[in-house]
């Protein structure tokens, strides 16, 4: 009666939308622009995300290159906010 269901294989999303943001996109964690270079390709399906670790010089390189190859990256505002001010 007061027993939590159990995962199980019918609680499993559907295999052509597994894995997808409500975007539309899947995502590929991106830490240099060499790994960005894989996605050009596949920009219809994959959109990147930039690692954490990765810093904001580096990273403004990614997204300027993301944009060249017009690929979609997901949190391209993350840690640049600051410098654009000063």
């Known amino acids: 009666?007061?027993?939590i269901p159990m995962p199980s294989i019918g609680y499993g999303s559907d295999k052509a939308t597994r894995?997808?943001?409500p975007h539309g996109f899947k995502t590929v964690v991106v830490h240099n622009?060499?790994?960005?270079?894989m996605l050009m390709m596949?920009?219809?399906t994959y959109a990147a995300t930039?690692?954490?670790?990765?810093?904001?010089?580096t990273r403004r390189e990614i997204i300027e290159r993301?944009?060249?190859l017009a690929i979609r990256v997901t949190n391209a505002n993350a840690r640049l906010r600051a410098e654009e001010d000063a």
């Open 66 to 68: 993301a944009e060249q």
């Open 19 to 21: 894995n997808v943001h």
């Open 50 to 57: 930039v690692g954490k670790s990765v810093s904001s010089r």
């Open 42 to 44: 596949h920009n219809r």
């Open 1 to 3: 009666k007061g027993a």
């Open 33 to 37: 622009k060499s790994e960005l270079e």
